[in-house]
């Protein structure tokens, strides 16, 4: 894994989400804002509805016989555009409410990818510690590495003088030491050992 990979995903990444996490934010206040809007003019139109629906009660005690009829005969007359009318309203509140139904829709998939931005954002933040993590493996591997080729050379020099004097090897095993080395095809991250 190579440092200026690593520092050009860190850099990108959390800038585009950042970007996309605004816009996200911003489409979904619009979209509240115009589902408030959509049930402000249904409660309006019902307001509407409701002043048409009462129904002006005819007194019959003090009229006369021929307002009464007049009366029912206007009313019988203004029903009729009254019944269009309600309908009308009754449409319009149907095709206000099928509106709010897809913007709260649109509104339920913007917060579940929302959620998932908010995941994305926390899994960038901890491959940024990740990173460092196996950055400093990587280095403490390298130098493990050194140490380990410098305690072999030491032990190649003194292990003649040490059979000699105690009749068996100085250090054993130096072919099999390895150290963790952390590598990356970009997507996926794998710990190896290196042989020293």
Known sequence: ???????QLTLIAPTYLIFYSALKTRFMEQTQSEIAALNSQIQILLEERAALTINNVISGENDSPQAM????RRQARENAQL??????IDAAIAALEVQIKQKQGQLVRSQGESKQLILQQQLEE???VAEVHAQRINQLASELAAEVRFLKACANQLSPMYWQIYYKPFI???KTISVPYV???GEVWTIVNRIV
């Open 1 to 7: 894994m190579t440092n200026d990979s690593l520092s």
């Open 69 to 72: 009829v007049e009366a029912y």
């Open 83 to 88: 019944s269009v009318e309600l309908q009308g």
């Open 126 to 128: 901890a491959k940024e």
């Open 172 to 174: 054993t095993g130096f």
């Open 183 to 185: 590598r990356s095809d």
